[in-house]
């Protein structure tokens, strides 16, 4: 349909008014008929009719009293899903520790080296068979089950909470699935490094062992392995509509998690009873995992409350140890910045998110999948990375594996070295952080954390003459 005053072609919008609170309502049209009204985007209603402003008022929502705002329909404001992205931790029997605070605590030892492999499984024997004789916390071993026990509804999430108060617990109860997670694919690996490495020589990439020995060294890299037939749970359990969190909402506007399949019941919404719907795909993937010690250092360079700390960097359970006490998953939400607690969560985190950017921008360039259809996994713990394919036809063609097979050296030189410069440089550096959408940012559907928690700084280290900040890059030379 042509515009009668113009004769420019006419697209249909379809708005709708939304608000923060889940609610939505059709736009109605009542002084005139449609056809004489004309949309324009910086018009404060819209629509206008006759050359003058409509003068549609914003309804109030019926369930939270407030105005509610003119949105477009296909818009992401007018929905946004929540969902959870976990490792299928089913198969693995490990797992049913974490139904007691004794097994929680055994899998952090055994990642910090406080128990052999032997005593682990006499342990764990010891453990099970008292469960057995006992009524323990009903909990599932599956990750999503886990990761869904203790939504809340009411304007938090706590995510893989035990039935307790004992925040110590909760935050040990999240390690302790984060771990599994880790290993579940750690033992997935169907390439290793030395195969990597060796085939680069074969395929006359490099000469010499020692030149991708040395670019991991600078990158911080312990190992990178390849991973397949690992099954990832992604879980949409509500949404919200108009804001992605509770930061930017007005103070007299309502925030609320809408549960997925029954929005309309309020009890049960209010109760805490979650419905949910997942979808379960293998796939494959790179794992890489970082040098405990370089974090150590980069962080006594940067980090006001490690400057003056002393951890013996040469002593792996010692490093395992700081790693398994100091960062704190817990207090990571999705959809919002990190707010520091003192135990370097921040720093950890956004040090292995911006790594992970920029490797996926790479994998981008090298594997045949579109970056957005990569997606990550931070265990801050670890510390590691799993960036893995988001799609079926990535697995079944074994993008990322053969990537890793043919060309591993120019992977990581790529990564290394054309991040290191913006292309809205200076100012991407000076006044957005080093992040922005010429250099960090990716597809919400790829970021695990909304394109939060991001800087090249940390990476290639940074001097403002002005602000006096002055970052040691952990890629800096």
Not at 438 to 449: A, F, K, N, R
């Amino acid at each position: 349909m042509d515009c009668d005053i113009c004769k420019e072609h006419m697209k249909q919008y379809n708005r709708i008014w939304a608000c923060s609170c889940g609610n939505f309502l059709p736009i109605k049209i009542a002084e005139d008929k449609v056809e004489n009204y004309r949309y324009f985007p910086k018009n404060k209603n819209g629509f206008v009719i006759n050359g003058k402003e409509s003068m549609l008022k914003a309804p109030k929502c019926k369930d939270c009293n407030n105005l509610m705002k003119m949105i477009n329909a296909t818009d992401n404001a007018s929905f946004y899903p929540r969902i959870i992205k976990s490792v299928n931790l089913i198969k693995n029997r490990d797992a049913e520790l974490c139904k007691s605070k004794e097994g929680i605590e055994l899998i952090l030892k055994r990642k910090i080296g406080d128990v052999s492999k032997d005593e682990f499984e006499e342990k764990r024997t010891s453990i099970m068979t008292m469960a057995k004789d006992k009524q323990k916390i009903e909990m599932s071993v599956s990750g999503f089950d886990a990761l869904l026990k203790n939504i809340k509804m009411n304007n938090k999430e706590e995510i893989f909470a035990l039935q307790t108060d004992d925040e110590s617990l909760v935050k040990n109860e999240t390690i302790a699935y984060k771990l599994l997670e880790y290993e579940t694919i750690k033992n997935n690996t169907i390439l290793k490094l030395d195969n990597a490495i060796e085939n680069s020589i074969k395929y006359e990439q490099t000469k010499k062992y020692a030149e991708i020995e040395d670019l991991l060294e600078s990158m911080g890299i312990k190992d990178i392995s390849s991973i397949s037939n690992i099954e990832i749970i992604n879980t949409a359990y509500g949404y919200t509509r108009v804001y992605q969190s509770e930061e930017n909402v007005l103070p007299n506007e309502k925030f609320e998690i809408r549960s997925l399949i029954n929005s309309s019941s309020r009890e049960r919404y209010e109760s805490g009873t979650i419905d949910f719907l997942n979808t379960r795909d293998k796939t494959e993937g790179i794992l890489i995992e970082l040098d405990k010690a370089k974090i150590i250092k980069f962080l006594q360079k940067n980090n006001e409350i490690m400057k003056n700390s002393r951890i013996q960097i040469d002593n792996e359970r010692e490093l395992n140890k700081w790693f398994i006490e100091h960062p704190n998953p817990t207090i990571i939400n999705k959809y919002s910045e990190i707010q520091e607690d003192g135990s370097c969560t921040k720093d950890v985190y956004t040090l292995l998110h911006t790594i992970s950017h920029m490797f996926i921008n790479v994998f981008g360039e090298n594997c045949g999948l579109d970056k957005n259809s990569l997606g990550e996994m931070i265990f801050i713990n670890v510390p590691a990375i799993f960036i893995y394919s988001q799609t079926i036809q990535g697995h079944v063609l074994g993008a990322l594996t053969d990537m890793f097979k043919r060309n591993l050296l120019n992977v990581l030189k790529d990564t290394y070295e054309n991040n290191k410069v913006c292309i809205f440089d200076p100012i991407c550096m000076d006044t957005s952080n080093g992040r922005c959408v010429g250099c960090s940012y990716l597809d919400e559907v790829t970021c695990e954390h909304f394109n939060l928690d991001l800087t090249r700084k940390f990476l290639y280290g940074y001097e403002n003459k002005d602000t006096k900040e002055n970052v040691k890059g952990f890629w800096e030379e």
